[in-house]
């Protein structure tokens, strides 16, 4: 464990030099957005949320991929209507590159399925370690946005992702077990990490007088007791296509184009990419991946 933790200090301390010294310039012109989608409980439509917001971000032009962080009830690939027989796990273990790994979904988007391999880095070599990172660091370049599909709920997995990302969306519902998770969530990772940048989404509201009065109940709660401010994304409608998509595994802005979800989830990505939304410490996958592993040391 004394020589894991030491290695893991020195690949702290190169990333962070490597974050600092600026390198190419043509490089520093374009950085990676990485984002944490997460929520309070389950059943808030969260994994729903991030595939369909990122193959809107790909369909405006925005190169995406999603990471299913979800250990253990990864669904990305069962919501796309094909589960993958690959994932993180094969890659940490010397059996596949990551490459070989992404799959191509709906509009273009590109995903890596989920499991519990990020939990395997804490056991790799420091050669293979390095290896991987660098090769991810490599990787992430290819794309504007990064989306992390984490667990939903406060467990050590997600608030790892939380506390290293850009950006955190938090997915919740008009349900009052929804919001008070999901302001649980906020004051602690807040609490751990205050410069942890969030965003809330309202998810399957009826009107939009609910969604706002949804989104108050968190914010000025965050507001009185946190001084935090938290951006509204945006709201998205209750619909019963989204459940018939879900059943038939394909996402419901590929199946139901014309709807209202679809047009709502449209506008949320493309606002959000076009409206300043550029979170105050965005640094990229390199920041991403040093502060993931200063979680560690």
Do not use: C
């Not at 389950?42 to 917001?53: C, D, E, I, M, Q």
């Not at 950006?167 to 205050?194: S, W």
């Amino acid at each position: 464990m004394m020589d894991q933790a030491q290695a893991l200090r020195r690949l702290v301390a190169r990333s962070n030099s490597s974050a600092s010294s600026g390198g190419d310039p043509a490089t520093r012109q374009h950085r990676t957005r990485v984002i944490t989608v997460t929520s309070g409980k389950g059943g808030v439509g969260k994994s729903n949320f991030t595939l369909n917001f990122a193959m809107m971000l790909q369909e405006a032009g925005y190169r995406t991929l999603i990471f299913d962080a979800d250990i253990g009830m990864a669904n990305i690939d069962v919501l796309i209507g094909s589960p993958a027989s690959v994932n993180l796990y094969h890659v940490l273990s010397g059996m596949k590159r990551l490459e070989d790994i992404v799959q191509i979904g709906p509009k273009g988007i590109h995903y890596v399925p989920g499991g519990s391999g990020f939990q395997d880095l804490l056991n790799m070599p420091e050669e293979s370690l390095e290896s991987f990172l660098s090769e991810l660091e490599n990787w992430a370049e290819r794309y504007d946005v990064i989306l992390f599909d984490t667990g939903a709920g406060l467990s050590k997995e997600t608030i790892r992702f939380v506390m290293a990302a850009d950006e955190t969306f938090v997915i919740t519902t008009p349900e009052p077990t929804a919001i008070a998770d999901a302001y649980a969530l906020i004051k602690v990772v807040y609490g751990m990490f205050p410069d942890t940048n969030f965003r809330l989404v309202v998810n399957r509201i009826s009107d939009w007088a609910e969604g706002q009065q949804t989104a108050e109940r968190v914010t000025s709660v965050a507001r009185r007791f946190l001084q935090l401010e938290i951006p509204v994304l945006g709201y998205m409608f209750d619909d019963p296509h989204v459940m018939q998509a879900v059943k038939k595994q394909t996402p419901f802005s590929l199946l139901y184009p014309n709807i209202r979800v679809t047009e709502q989830v449209r506008q949320l990505a493309r606002a959000y990419m076009s409206n300043g939304a550029q979170p105050k410490n965005d640094g990229g996958m390199k920041n991403f991946i040093s502060k993931w592993l200063k979680r560690w040391t």
